[in-house]
Structure formats: C-alpha cells, structure tokens
C-alpha cells in the first residue's frame, strides 16, 4: 500500500477534486448518458462544501487521488471516489476508515447496483445491504449500506 496521507478539503483542491471524482465516475462504464460537465461538478463540489459535506481528499506525497464526502448530522457517505489509477492501492480502505472514524455511531450510503467492484468493496470491508432503490433523479438502481 502507498503512503497515503488524509486532510480536509480546501479551496485550491476543487478543480482537481471535481476532475479526479468525473474521471473515476466514469471510469465505472456506469456513468448515465447526460454525465455532468467537469463545471457542473465543480459547482456542486462548491455548493455542497458551503452548506452541508464535510470533504476530505487523500494524497499520496501532494497528488490528490481520492476523496470522500460526508454528512455527518444525517449519517450519510455521500461520496467515496479513487483516482482510477490508484484503484486497489488501499485508497479507498484509507478513506473509508475516515468514515468509520467520523461517523462512529454508524451511517448509510449508496451505489448503483450495477457496481459490482464497489459493492464487493463495501462488503469485505464490513458494510451490510440495506436495500435497493430506485435513484430520485436519473432512475437506475441503487443499493444502500450500512455501518456498522
């Protein structure tokens, strides 16, 4: 595993962030037709920072290759993405135990169902289905976890 090394988001980081999260969405080969712009991402990385994630992004040595997003009050992992080129490196076990840190009491989050790598990733880290569901905006399936 590298050394990957946690911090909290900061200003200078959305472009990179907004970049590292479209590249690996689509990267999935799941990514829905109408995939937001690289803008449109960094609009959201913006308004959601302000009102309601707390963001951190993992680093190995001053390369930003992943990040997590979290609502801590509604225990929600909203966000977990890996650089596609450090997939299977340990950064996504590295973010996912930030989660576990900040949320200790337990939360939820969601993939498609068709995400088959992510949701073996939730499994084998301890996380447990908690049903399917339709997704509000673009319709495709959706599988909620839960921790603990």
């Not at 596609?84 to 900040?102: F, W, Y």
Request: charge should be positive; hydrophobic fraction near 40%; aromatic fraction near 10%.
């Amino acid at each position: 595993m590298q050394n990957i090394d946690v911090r909290g988001f900061q200003a200078g980081d959305l472009e990179t962030v907004a970049q590292l999260w479209r590249s690996s969405a689509l990267s999935t080969g799941l990514a829905p037709e109408s995939e937001p712009s690289l803008a449109e991402y960094q609009d959201r990385l913006a308004r959601e920072s302000r009102c309601a994630w707390s963001i951190h992004v993992a680093c190995n040595g001053s390369e930003i290759v992943g990040f997590l997003a979290f609502e801590r009050q509604r225990s929600w992992l909203r966000q977990l993405f890996v650089s596609p080129a450090m997939k299977g490196a340990g950064v996504g076990t590295v973010l996912l135990t930030v989660a576990k840190r900040e949320m200790p009491a337990g939360f939820r989050l969601r993939t498609s169902a068709d995400n088959h790598p992510a949701r073996r990733f939730y499994e084998r880290r301890g996380l447990r289905m908690d049903g399917q569901f339709p997704h509000e905006t673009l319709g495709f399936m959706t599988v909620r976890y839960r921790w603990p």
